[in-house]
């Protein structure tokens, strides 16, 4: 018996509907994209490791392969039926950041070998931070992570040397916070250390910005980089090019009845491991060649008025 769920699928002739594979389909990101693509016609095949995640990416209306980046012989047999493949999934291990790069840079070298010499789509995830601090960061900026001791193994180099190789590669470099309901990242996280600290802090007069984008335009830029980015494409998922920090915390301070101080970058990183270091820095970027390669116009909510909507309330 088949790991996935699906008969066999040969596009027709003239038709755009293609099958895609997707690493991380049940994830936040992964769910909206998903359902951006079943919109659109594709037909859609999701990683899954549970039950529980099987399930919901069955109820997107996707089929499933179950497996997880561990399991390489299911991440190129997955690659070798699609006719494109997206690469959401990263195991976020903060506790083993060494373990989840391999498991990253082995993920994407798999995917990428088994689309070698084919010309197709393969888009994986990326971040813009870390790309420049001080300065507007913009598509033209290449990744400083290189190698498999680099951040994420270095997973966006290791892809782009596959343009020379015959598959269409595109990163989708996501800004640091992709907000909406449901969304358990860096904001999410802040707010529940300000709960159990008492009061919201933000880093010195919390001027450096802070870029955002909602998750169902992220997912509309996925799917438009699956079906048009050109081989070697950076793409900028990024809505609000710099939201200050100060904003940022004083509406979640709202939302929570705390009340907003100003602390050292050295004490919110402590107040908030990991996290806290990067709400200090400043790291502006702009997704103008983006929208003009791709006509892609955010029309999303802002991460305000997420706050605002009351999704970071609880985690």
């Given at each position: 018996?088949?790991v996935?769920?699906f008969t066999?699928?040969t596009?027709?002739e003239?038709?755009t509907?293609?099958?895609?594979f997707?690493?991380?389909?049940s994830?936040?990101?992964?769910r909206?994209v998903?359902a951006?693509?079943?919109e ?6 999701g990683?899954?490791r549970s ?6 990416v069955?109820?997107l209306?996707?089929?499933v392969r179950?497996g997880?980046l561990d399991?390489?012989?299911g991440?190129?047999a997955?690659a070798?039926e699609?006719?494109?493949v997206?690469h959401?999934?990263?195991k976020?291990d903060?506790t083993?950041?060494?373990a989840?790069n391999?498991?990253?840079r082995a993920?994407?070298?798999t995917?990428a070998?088994a689309l070698?010499g084919?010309?197709?789509p393969l ?10 601090v ?5 598509e033209r900026d ?9 951040p994420r193994?270095?997973?966006e ?9 015959g598959v269409?590669?595109s990163s989708?470099r996501?800004?640091?916070?992709v907000h909406?309901e449901?969304?358990h990242?860096f ?10 600290r008492g009061?919201?802090?933000?880093p ?6 802070w870029?955002?984008v ?6 509309r ?8 980015a050109?081989a ?8 609000e090019?710099?939201v200050p920090?100060?904003d940022i915390v004083e509406a979640?301070a ?7 101080e100003?602390?050292?970058p050295?004490e919110l990183?402590?107040a908030?491991?990991f996290?806290?270091g990067?709400?200090?820095?400043d790291v502006?970027?702009s997704?103008?060649?983006?929208r ?5 116009k ?5 991460l ?8 970071y309330?609880?985690t």
């Amino acid at each position: 018996m088949s790991v996935t769920d699906f008969t066999a699928f040969t596009p027709q002739e003239g038709s755009t509907t293609v099958r895609v594979f997707v690493t991380g389909a049940s994830g936040f990101i992964g769910r909206a994209v998903v359902a951006e693509l079943v919109e659109a016609g594709h037909e859609v095949v999701g990683l899954a490791r549970s039950t529980s995640s099987a399930a919901v990416v069955r109820e997107l209306g996707a089929r499933v392969r179950h497996g997880d980046l561990d399991d390489l012989d299911g991440l190129r047999a997955g690659a070798t039926e699609a006719d494109g493949v997206i690469h959401l999934a990263n195991k976020h291990d903060w506790t083993d950041l060494a373990a989840s790069n391999r498991a990253e840079r082995a993920a994407v070298h798999t995917l990428a070998e088994a689309l070698a010499g084919s010309g197709r789509p393969l888009v994986l995830a990326a971040g813009v931070a870390g790309l420049g601090v001080g300065r507007t960061v913009t598509e033209r900026d290449r990744n400083p992570a290189v190698g498999p001791d680099s951040p994420r193994g270095g997973a966006e180099n290791l892809a782009l040397e596959y343009v020379g190789r015959g598959v269409r590669v595109s990163s989708a470099r996501f800004a640091p916070t992709v907000h909406g309901e449901g969304d358990h990242g860096f904001v999410a996280v802040a707010a529940e250390a300000f709960r159990r600290r008492g009061s919201a802090a933000y880093p010195a007069d919390g001027a450096n910005r802070w870029p955002a984008v909602h998750r169902s335009d992220a997912a509309r830029l996925v799917r438009l980089g699956l079906e048009d980015a050109p081989a070697g494409t950076l793409l900028h998922a990024v809505a609000e090019q710099g939201v200050p920090v100060r904003d940022i915390v004083e509406a979640l301070a709202e939302r929570l009845g705390l009340p907003a101080e100003s602390v050292s970058p050295e004490e919110l990183a402590e107040a908030i491991p990991f996290v806290g270091g990067f709400l200090s820095a400043d790291v502006p970027t702009s997704s103008e060649l983006t929208r003009d390669l791709l006509d892609w116009k955010p029309e999303g909510p802002t991460l305000l008025e997420d706050i605002a909507a009351g999704h970071y309330d609880r985690t």
